[in-house]
């Protein structure tokens, strides 16, 4: 059984950091890129950045870039997102989730609970 389990996320003061983390399991962790996605109130799910699957390659939505960093531990099964420089429009429940490819970043399994990020002075 797939399980993304999301935490490491609370309320911080804008320009605050968090790390979020992601523990996952019930599938070949290393064998696949992950993502962290993001979903503000009353609007859509939208992709944050990507890794592949050896950690060699990123890539981040513009509104994060410089800001944020994804990394993973394979001997972990776990994905990180460091968060830096928080704004207030960074507040959103954060997900993780294995992707299809590391340039169409499809995702591939169920989606956890998320952890809420919220950023507010």
């Known amino acids: 059984q797939v399980q993304l389990v999301e935490s490491g996320g609370g309320l911080v003061q804008p320009g605050g950091s968090l790390r979020l983390s992601c523990a996952a399991s019930?599938?070949?962790?290393?064998?696949?890129?992950m993502s962290w996605y993001r979903q503000a109130p009353g609007k859509e799910r939208e992709l944050v950045a990507v890794?592949?699957?050896?950690?060699?390659?990123?890539r981040y939505a513009d509104s994060v870039k410089g800001r944020f960093t994804i990394s993973r531990d394979n001997a972990k099964n776990t994905v990180y997102l460091q968060m830096n420089s928080l704004k207030p429009e960074d507040t959103g429940v954060y997900y993780c989730?294995?992707?299809?490819?590391?340039?169409?970043?499809?995702?591939?399994?169920?989606w956890g609970q998320g952890t809420q990020v919220t950023v507010s002075s």
């Open positions: 890794i592949s699957s050896n950690g060699i390659s990123t």
């Open positions: 989730n294995a992707v299809d490819s590391f340039w169409n970043a499809r995702p591939r399994m169920s």
């Open positions: 019930g599938f070949t962790f290393s064998g696949y890129g």
